[in-house]
C-alpha cells in the first residue's frame, strides 16, 4: 500500500522504487536514499512527513498512509549493512 501511495503522490519528484537510481527532479533524494540514511527510523520519518519544509510541498498525509509509506521506505534499506 506505500508503495501504491508513493507512486500516486511523491514520485512526481522521488523516485519511489527500489531500481530507481535517480529521482525525476535530480537534486531531490530517491525512497532508496532516505530509507539508507544512516539513523534513519520510522519516528524519524513521520516526524519529518509531519513538518513542514522549505523544499516540499505541505503535504497531509492521513495517518494510516503515512505509516504504509513510512513502511515502504524502510522496506527498501540495504540489508547487508543493516541501515
Not at 530509507?35 to 495517518?63: C, F, K, Y
Request: some cysteine; overall charge neutral; hydrophobic content about 40%.
Amino acid at each position: 500500500r506505500g508503495l501504491g501511495y508513493a507512486e500516486a503522490n511523491c514520485a512526481e519528484c522521488h523516485a519511489v522504487r527500489q531500481s530507481d537510481a535517480v529521482s525525476p527532479r535530480p537534486d531531490v533524494a530517491t525512497f532508496k536514499v532516505i530509507a539508507d540514511t544512516p539513523g534513519m527510523t520510522a519516528m524519524a520519518l513521520s516526524v519529518w512527513l509531519q513538518t513542514t519544509h522549505r523544499e516540499m510541498p505541505n503535504l497531509i498525509i492521513p495517518p494510516d498512509d503515512r505509516n504504509d509509506v513510512i513502511a515502504y521506505i524502510l522496506s527498501l534499506r540495504d540489508r547487508r549493512t543493516g541501515r
